[in-house]
């Protein structure tokens, strides 16, 4: 017999309403990350958004808040959605994974983000591809590796397909998504952080032209 991989699936409610998912990916256990983190940390933002933006796992800020995108990497994407004329309120921002991994430091204090694996992304696949049958946004933005290739298949290399118009191969095992967004890809706004200070404001207007053109793949009438 073979065994099924074990993922979010089964802790997932037959709904549309974003709430509900919200406040049942309090109890998945599709993956061992559940066991050291806070909270699940689940998407935030309006239910009508057209634009869906896609990182990588909640930070340590957003695990003991509850909310995606609040610390230093939210503040950053902030800004560059500010640069890119794009207004945050429009949007729905979520993750790819929704409870956070870490390290601990030595003497335990502080937490280190650690990437989440490629069964761990696998695993909590269906909670993203159930927030985007909900929503049914035109466009969606994966913002680094975890992102892209959570929906895009593990041989995905954004740096290759940046500010390119995309769109959603069919993920295995899982419900066709019934509908077509495009997809854009770029990097993590963390990363224009870690850089090397010299290349920061390169690297974070290289990151706002990529959203102000993902913002340009909105249907007409919602620019
Ligand atoms: N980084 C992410 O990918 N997501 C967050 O919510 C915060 C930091
Ligand atoms: Fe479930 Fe995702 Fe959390 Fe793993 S990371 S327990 S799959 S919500």
Redesign the pocket.
């Known amino acids: 017999m073979v065994m099924a991989a074990r ?2 699936a089964e ?1 997932i409610p037959d709904t549309a309403d974003l709430d509900e998912l919200a406040a049942s ?1 309090q109890g ?7 066991l050291d ?1 806070t909270q ?1 940390v689940f998407g935030a933002g309006s239910g009508a958004a057209e634009m869906v933006l896609v990182g990588e ?1 909640p930070g340590d800020q957003e695990d003991k808040a509850g909310a995606p995108f609040v610390g230093p990497a939210g503040r950053l994407l902030d800004k560059a959605l500010l640069a890119a004329g794009i207004d945050r309120d429009r949007l729905y921002v979520t993750n790819a ?3 956070f991994k870490f390290t601990r430091t030595e003497r335990g204090k502080r937490r280190i983000h650690k990437k ?1 694996s490629r069964t ?1 992304v696998v ?2 696949r269906p ?1 993203l591809i159930h927030e985007l049958m909900v929503l049914q946004p035109d466009v969606v933005v994966l913002m680094g590796a975890t992102a892209s290739q959570s929906l895009l298949g593990s041989a995905f290399r954004l740096t290759a397909h940046r500010g390119e118009e995309l769109s959603l191969p069919p993920v295995e095992d899982m419900d066709v998504l019934d509908f077509d967004p495009r997809v854009t890809v770029t990097v993590h706004p963390s990363s224009v952080l870690r850089g090397p200070p010299s290349e920061r404001d390169k690297a974070f207007d290289a990151l706002a032209a990529d959203l102000r053109f993902a913002a340009g793949l909105l249907p007409q009438k919602s620019r």
Request: with cysteine.
């Open positions: 993922t979010a802790f990916a998945c256990k599709g993956c061992d990350l559940y983190a699940a796992q994974v929704k409870h989440p761990e695993a909590c909670w």
